[in-house]
């Protein structure tokens, strides 16, 4: 059998047969974490020199003859061609892809929710309130479980089940949990996750509850359950599926393949992706970076991350004179990214530095405004996605994206995970007085536009008239989210 892919470290640059990745996919040497590598990809050299655990001379000459670069205009073509296949695999928008992800022996068996194929939506209103000409949001939310996890869920749990596992786990803000949940119980797994108690959204907690998972609510936060998890599949054969499992990159760097296919093979000039473990801003740019390499595309975009000033150990880390990397203690609303210390962040801030592109990190008041002007525009997402919209505010205003380049944002998840942060917004309850004192005369005025709190009223004609002439005439004289040429 022919081998398709390897494991390298990202640190040491070590080489290993997949089998023999320990069950933490840390690297036996300098606790590096590993990349999936293919015969094509950059920098990889004769396929079996450097290796350690290499595969067998007579695969590696199997591998020779068959392995040839993937030919950019035929794949084009194939994956067009998928959209219209009756096949589950074929409408999977990470399967659909698989000649850039050749990790499973039998492609027609993976486990799919037909994940992917998210919409790219044109922003016009938060492009004018962000400063620039021409704003997309993917929205990765439009997943099956709601957020981007799902792509990449499929990918690795595909491989537990190939390798023979029985169990799975994860330690989550969330939506990793939901995601695996999901997919766990398609494929007839049983799952364990590990959440930091009364830290996660409701809507995620229940996800993980109605797809049947074992719920373990630890009284730490999400990176002492990432911590006490790696302890135990070291001595259970439980399958860890957290993104330090380099198969959940593969699935989350489609979505790279996705966007340019939505552009006509355009390629955007800026990418904004939020920060948490920092697993997807390395996958989508794992994703471009082998595009360019192919020959799928001529360039790629910058990639910036955004975090929460509450929850910003790249942040500090980018703006360290020393560049070094300190764990903080995180605390933030937006409790999907409230993670201090990222497990992937050498391979995001390689990725920011490919690319050319920026950290920033973004205040509470500057989120819950970026999420409502989202939500304002009929998209909606989860506080955490927001940031994207809070942080290109600031990029645009430092100088560092320019109104006429096409900007990206990755919307990570939906806005249905975490009602509860939507609604205390728009009932004046969210941001404390702290916050709002920190805010300009503007801002305020414009979070009191956005602010759309519900009206309790006497089922009375006369009442309702009057409420209702009322309220239409505040809005009226707000028209904050007027912006021209668009429809209200
Ligand atoms: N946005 C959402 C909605 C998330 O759920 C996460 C991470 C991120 C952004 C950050 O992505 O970690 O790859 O940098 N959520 C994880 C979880 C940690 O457990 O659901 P990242």
Redesign the pocket.
């Known amino acids: 059998m022919s081998v398709t892919h390897q494991l390298r470290c990202t640190n040491c640059g070590a080489k290993i047969a997949t089998e023999a990745v320990r069950s933490d996919f840390r690297c036996p040497e300098c606790n590096g974490l590993y990349e999936v590598i293919y015969p094509w990809s950059e920098g990889v050299g004769p396929w079996s020199a450097g290796s350690t655990a290499s595969p067998t001379s007579t695969s590696s000459a199997k591998l020779a003859s068959e392995v040839r670069l993937p030919n950019p205009g035929g794949m084009r073509h194939l994956w067009q061609e998928r959209k219209t296949s009756t096949m589950a695999v074929d409408q999977s928008g990470v399967w659909r892809f698989r000649e850039l992800l050749p990790i499973v022996r039998d492609v027609e068996r993976v486990v799919t929710l037909r994940e992917g194929n998210t919409p790219l939506y044109e922003m016009p209103r938060s492009a004018e309130l962000a400063g620039v000409d021409w704003l997309l949001g993917k929205h990765q939310g439009m997943n099956p479980s709601g957020?981007f996890?799902d792509t990449g869920m499929t990918a690795a749990l595909s491989v537990a089940v190939e390798r023979g596992f029985q169990w799975v786990a994860c330690a989550?803000?969330?939506?990793?949990?939901a995601a695996m949940a999901a997919y766990a119980a398609r494929a007839g797994l049983r799952c364990i996750v590990f959440i930091p108690d009364g830290k996660i959204a409701w809507g995620k907690l229940s996800q993980a509850m109605d797809y049947g998972a074992m719920t373990v609510q630890l009284k730490t936060d999400?990176d002492g359950c990432l911590k006490l998890l790696t302890k135990l599949v070291q001595q259970f054969p439980i399958y860890l599926l957290n993104?330090v499992n380099p198969y959940r990159l593969e699935g989350q760097k489609t979505p790279a393949m996705e966007i340019v296919e939505q552009m006509e093979w355009q390629v955007p000039e800026h990418l904004v992706v939020?920060?948490?473990?920092?697993?997807?801003?390395s996958a989508l740019g794992k994703g471009f970076l082998e595009m360019k390499h192919l020959g799928l595309v001529h360039r790629v975009p910058k990639i910036s991350v955004i975090q929460a000033e509450g929850a910003n150990p790249l942040y500090r880390w980018f703006t360290d004179e020393n560049r070094e990397m300190k764990p903080v203690k995180a605390e933030t609303r937006a409790t999907?990214?409230r993670?201090g210390n990222?497990a992937s962040w050498k391979k995001a801030s390689r990725v920011i530095e490919e690319t050319g592109g920026w950290c920033e990190q973004v205040s509470e008041q500057e989120i819950a405004m970026a999420k409502a002007e989202i939500g304002a525009e009929g998209v909606g997402c989860?506080p955490?996605?927001a940031v994207t919209l809070a942080g290109l505010k600031k990029l645009v205003a430092a100088g560092r994206v320019a109104r006429e380049e096409r900007v990206v944002l990755v919307l990570?998840?939906h806005t249905l995970k975490d009602p509860q942060y939507t609604i205390d917004y728009h009932r004046g309850e969210l941001l404390t007085v702290v916050e709002i004192a920190g805010a300009t005369e503007a801002e305020r005025a414009h979070h009191a536009a956005l602010r759309k709190p519900p009206m309790v009223l006497e089922a009375d004609e006369a009442v309702v008239l009057k409420a209702l002439e009322a309220r239409m005439a505040t809005a009226d004289a707000a028209g904050a989210l007027a912006v021209p040429g668009i429809a209200k």
Do not use: D, Q, R, V
């Open positions: 957020s996890k989550s803000t969330g939506n990793t949990s999400f993104s939020p920060g948490g473990n920092l697993g997807n801003s999907a990214i993670i990222p989860e955490a996605s990570t998840g």
